[in-house]
Structure formats: C-alpha cells, structure tokens
C-alpha cells in the first residue's frame, strides 16, 4: 500500500500509521471498507483513516469557508475581481469586501449556533475553514432550520 498518513480529526495531527495500523487498514480496504477508524497517537482519540487521495481532495475543498449567514449552506469563495476583490456566497449572494467583516460574521455565527463550530477553525488568531468531515452529518438540516435574522443587506461590508 502506498498511502500511510492519517490525519486526526480531533487534533489535526498528520501521522504515519505504525505497522499495525497498516496491515489493519490494508486488510480492511481489501475488503472494501471505506470507513476505518484507527487511534491517533497523539490524542489517542479514534479519528477516521483517510486516504492520502482523498486527503488531497479535502484540502483543495477547504479553500472555501461555509458561508456565515443564517440559513445559508453555501460556501463562500474569493472572487479575484481585478478592480476589487471580494469574498461571495453564490447560494445567497452575500459578499464581503474587507475579509475581516468576514471573519467577524463567523465570530458572531459560530456564537449563536454552536455546531457552525465545526465549519471553521482557528488558526493564528483567525478563521480558517476546517476540514468537511468534521461537520455534524446534519449540518445543512441544521442550518435550514436556523430563524432567520434581521440583516438582508448583500452587501455584509
Ligand atoms: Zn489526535
Ligand atoms: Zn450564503
């Protein structure tokens, strides 16, 4: 087998499986499991084995952040606009010029609905989106159910 990293969910620690994790996990992709759990060593909690391909595939999709507006499951893209860039939600429309406004809809997000935790992770102080295996299987069930608030203006600043 030629993939061997794992990456744990919990603490985000890349790490090499040891030789009995991979003759566990081979032996399970032999048999078509797609879903393996093995022990981090770092944390020592069970985090999913993730192929190194689909690795690959999940950090080019956390590019993008969930979009911070109630009952919206979008996701939020830079738009590199020559004359001036923006950040947009193509499910809303929402757009965001300065990335701070941004971040600071994700602060007040994240405190009104706590599993919109998930979505996103700290990182030197700032918003980063987190990787999509770590949202609630029902986050958009979740999300759709939000109240809706007060704020309809496109433009979020
Ligand atoms: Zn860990
Ligand atoms: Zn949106």
Not at 5 to 13: F, I, P, S
Request: charged share 25%.
């Amino acid at each position: 087998m030629d993939s061997i990293n794992a990456r744990c969910q919990v603490c985000k620690t890349i790490f090499e499986l040891d030789a009995q994790q991979q003759k566990f996990v081979a032996s399970l992709i032999a048999k078509g499991q797609r879903f393996i759990m093995v022990e981090c060593p770092s944390c020592g909690s069970s985090t999913q084995y993730i192929k190194a391909e689909e690795a690959v595939e999940d950090s080019r999709q956390v590019a993008n952040y969930r979009c911070p507006i109630t009952q919206c499951t979008g996701w939020v893209d830079l738009i590199d606009e020559k004359t001036r860039p923006f950040w947009g939600c193509g499910e809303c429309g929402s757009l965001w010029y300065e990335e701070k406004n941004l971040q600071k809809e994700i602060t007040s997000i994240v405190a009104l609905h706590p599993y919109r935790a998930h979505s996103y992770e700290q990182l030197n102080g700032k918003w980063v989106p987190a990787v999509l295996s770590s949202e609630p299987e029902n986050y958009e069930a979740l999300v759709e159910q939000e109240p809706a608030d007060d704020h309809d203006a496109l433009v979020r600043g």
